[in-house]
């Protein structure tokens, strides 16, 4: 694959590869056990320009494309979750394109300089894949936005220097899509609360409940046109579910890696397993389909690099990648047998880190209806 890449993705590759080696894999399992964010390789990763890549210079970015920010992401996840430093991205991506000169001056080179990360509330309680059924709500009152309600399963919810939120400020608007603003709320703000949610895997990514009681939102934090949220996040969706594709890439392609050195090194019946075509055929699999999820990836942020966005392409790569990784995953901790049910082998983490990708950023149910909407002609791209 790297022979797709011209020079300066392959460069590119290379680099963050060998950064990921040396930063993140010694530590990745101790990382991920104790369960925290791993601050010091954020600033170090920021510093090179490895977080929010894509973004401008202006913004404190390296200007590189989207393509290269795939790249990197992929790169990082072949660390498992302790690799989700790349998530601090997550609410740069929707005040980038909607964003105000001042709100993008102001809220990226936080992230991009590595002082802080980011994130994006829009799930609720009540409200998952029915973005629109939402119920946080923002009332203007004194010159001022008053945000209250709960979101759930907001990525680095609890440690994020600032949100994007997702409110309603039309609740009688039909459909009821049309009456979802975002905005943007600094942390600490009075009213605010976050606290984390202990989860399955994903266990350096942290991920909490929220709960907005009267918080204050200055007028100037509304992110673009009042009314216009529901557009803003099935745009940020084109482009972040690139990213989430990009993710489970990474876990996918460490999985084969860690079960082919496996499977060469592991006798069974006087040879090593690898020598067995039960075995072969699972490694082929594997590797084939890591190779077609990545083709798809990249063609997908090819064409936002083109600015040709496509929800199409974003939601296929997103759902082929995810359940790959799951796949190739399970098939790793097979090829190692008992081995890799044991917390002592790698395996056993990136299982489950994976199973969370089928589930993020539209399930894939979700993913396979935008697709069948769009096929027969109900959605228009
Ligand atoms: C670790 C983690 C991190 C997350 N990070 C964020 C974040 O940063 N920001 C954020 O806003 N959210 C975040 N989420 C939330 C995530 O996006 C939602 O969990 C997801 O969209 C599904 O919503 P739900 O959990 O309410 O499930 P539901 O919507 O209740 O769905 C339950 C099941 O029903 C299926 N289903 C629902 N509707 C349909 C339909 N029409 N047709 C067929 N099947 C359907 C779903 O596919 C799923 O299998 C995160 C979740 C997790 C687990």
């Known amino acids: 694959m790297q022979r797709f890449l011209d020079e300066e993705h392959r460069m590119l590759r290379n680099a963050v590869r060998e950064f990921v080696e040396k930063e993140l894999m010694p530590e990745a399992k101790e990382l991920d056990e104790k369960g925290e964010f791993p601050w010091d390789v954020f600033r170090k990763a920021a510093k090179l320009g490895y977080i929010g890549a894509s973004l401008p210079e202006e913004y404190g970015g390296a200007g590189m494309d989207y393509l290269s920010e795939a790249i990197i992401t992929e790169e990082f996840m072949r660390a498992g979750s302790p690799g989700a430093v790349v998530t601090a991205t997550l609410g740069c991506i929707p005040v980038f394109y909607f964003g105000t000169q001042e709100q993008k001056e102001k809220y990226l080179p936080v992230v991009t300089s590595g002082k802080g990360v980011s994130g994006i509330a829009i799930t609720e309680p009540n409200a998952g894949s029915d973005v629109a059924a939402i119920q946080t709500s923002a009332v203007k009152r004194d010159g001022k936005w008053v945000l209250n309600g709960s979101k759930e399963f907001i990525t680095n919810g609890n440690i994020a220097s600032w949100l994007v939120i997702a409110a309603k400020t039309d609740k009688t608007a039909q459909p009821a899509y049309k009456g979802i603003s975002n905005f943007i709320l600094e942390h600490p703000t009075e009213g605010f609360a976050a606290s984390p949610i202990s989860k399955m895997g994903m266990h350096c990514s942290p991920t909490a409940s929220i709960s907005l009681k009267d918080v204050e939102v200055p007028a100037e934090n509304l992110l673009g046109a009042e009314n216009m949220g529901f557009y803003q996040i099935a745009m940020f969706f084109n ?24 499977a060469k090194q592991r006798e069974a019946f006087g040879r090593p397993i690898a020598a067995f075509q039960e075995i072969q055929f699972k490694l082929a699999n594997m590797w084939t389909e890591i190779q077609a999820a990545r083709l798809l990836i990249w063609h997908t942020a090819k064409l936002i690099d083109m600015g040709q966005p496509d929800a199409a392409f974003s939601s296929a790569a997103k759902v082929y990648a995810t359940e790959i990784a799951n796949r190739v995953a399970y098939e790793a901790v097979q090829i190692h047998g008992g081995y890799g049910y044991s917390k002592e082998y790698d395996v056993e983490r990136y299982y489950r880190d994976a199973r969370m990708f089928t589930i993020v950023e539209g399930t894939s149910e979700i993913q396979r209806l935008i697709l069948g909407r769009f096929l027969t002609g109900r959605l228009k791209f």
């Open 239 to 262: 482009v972040s579910r690139v990213f989430t594709a990009a993710a489970a890439l990474g876990l996918a392609q460490r999985c084969y890696e860690l079960a082919l050195d496996y």
